[in-house]
């Protein structure tokens, strides 16, 4: 048995109106009346009619859909820069088309040239690097592209983060303050900016203060990883009385290995602070001192730089750094006068 399909002429039938008004009722953002919107949409509910959102696509060249390209989930960070993206663009009338890219430049680019051909308008890169081929295939096929927590060198595309030089500085500053003299770094990916630059901070910090560390470790962004760089660091002669940790995943891993594997207390025996601010952080289970990402400035400003591109493509790029605060807790040893 076949059923009519409902169309926006019947919807216009029966609520008296034109067509073009019911097309503009469930345009996102399009100029129509209270009054007029609520007689389209009984006279829709009453039908059953849903709009053709691909047709609209054809019609208008915008398919009103927003490419993320995401290379892990592990971190806690992004399930919660993920959800806020979705839920700010949706209340823009787009919605998130996610696909996972492991960090290597050959999957990179096949999972942005199938976005390319879905046509999305605009594409989020949340920890994944972008190579000047991926570059100029964006730029060929008019899709603006946004990095989300990771910015580039030379690049035409715009960018968002948290300032994480000045991150990495006011973790070594406030380590300082408490009288550490053993600090360690397990650094985040040497192949990421937000690694780097957070490395780069805290090492300048302590180079100024007069110190050097006593061991700096990539962990790569890796709980494993992380793990192995405690124990190792740990085994030293003089191991190290303070760890900054590159994110707060990573610092998990490092606080289990150091109290339920080796029995040393958190923070009498050793300091630990962590990058991000993640929800699991507050957690009396790991109480964490970290640099808070402030996620949602920086979904804000994600959002707003990826519709702006959009609507304006000659737009120049953007290269924009939200600041967070240390949040103290009790995961490390916290100087005179800093509460």
Not at 28 to 55: F, H, I, T, W
Not at 204 to 210: N, Y
Not at 238 to 246: L, R
């Amino acid at each position: 048995m076949t059923v009519e399909k409902v169309t926006s002429q019947d919807v216009a039938r029966l609520a008296g109106v034109s067509q073009s008004a019911v097309s503009r009722v469930f345009t996102p953002g399009a100029s129509v009346s209270p009054a007029m919107a609520e007689k389209v949409r009984a006279a829709a509910d009453q039908l059953g009619y849903r709009p053709n959102v691909l047709a609209r696509s054809l019609i208008t060249g915008r398919s009103r859909i927003i490419g993320l390209v995401v290379a892990y989930l592990e971190n806690q960070f992004y399930p919660v820069a993920i959800e806020r993206l979705s839920r700010a663009l949706q209340a823009d009338g787009y919605h998130i088309l996610i696909f996972m890219a492991e960090n290597s430049d050959s999957q990179v680019a096949e999972v942005m040239q199938e976005l390319i051909d879905y046509q999305v308008d605009g594409i989020i890169t949340a920890s994944v690097a972008m190579t000047n081929d991926l570059t100029a295939r964006c730029g060929a096929a008019g899709i603006p592209v946004v990095m989300f927590n990771r910015g580039q060198d030379g690049t035409t595309h715009s960018s968002v983060t948290s300032a994480n030089v000045a991150g990495g500085v006011k973790v070594a500053e406030f380590l300082l303050a408490g009288g550490h003299r053993r600090i360690a770094h397990i650094a985040g990916w040497e192949g990421s900016s937000t690694g780097r630059d957070r490395r780069r901070g805290f090492l300048d910090t302590l180079t100024a203060a007069g110190q050097q560390p006593v061991a700096v470790i990539d962990g790569m962004y890796a709980r494993e990883a992380a793990a192995e760089a405690a124990r190792q660091m740990m085994a030293l002669t003089e191991p190290p009385d303070a760890i900054f940790v590159g994110n707060d995943h990573m610092a998990f891993a490092v606080m289990d290995v150091l109290r339920f594997e080796l029995g040393l207390r958190i923070p009498e025996d050793v300091s630990i602070v962590g990058y991000d601010d993640v929800p699991l952080a507050e957690w009396p289970a790991y109480n964490l001192t970290t640099v808070r990402q402030p996620v949602n400035r920086m979904v804000q400003a994600t959002v707003e730089t990826i519709l702006g591109k959009i609507e304006d493509p000659a737009r120049q790029a953007e290269k924009i750094e939200i600041d967070g605060p240390l949040i103290l807790r009790g995961s490390a040893r916290i100087p005179e006068g800093w509460i």
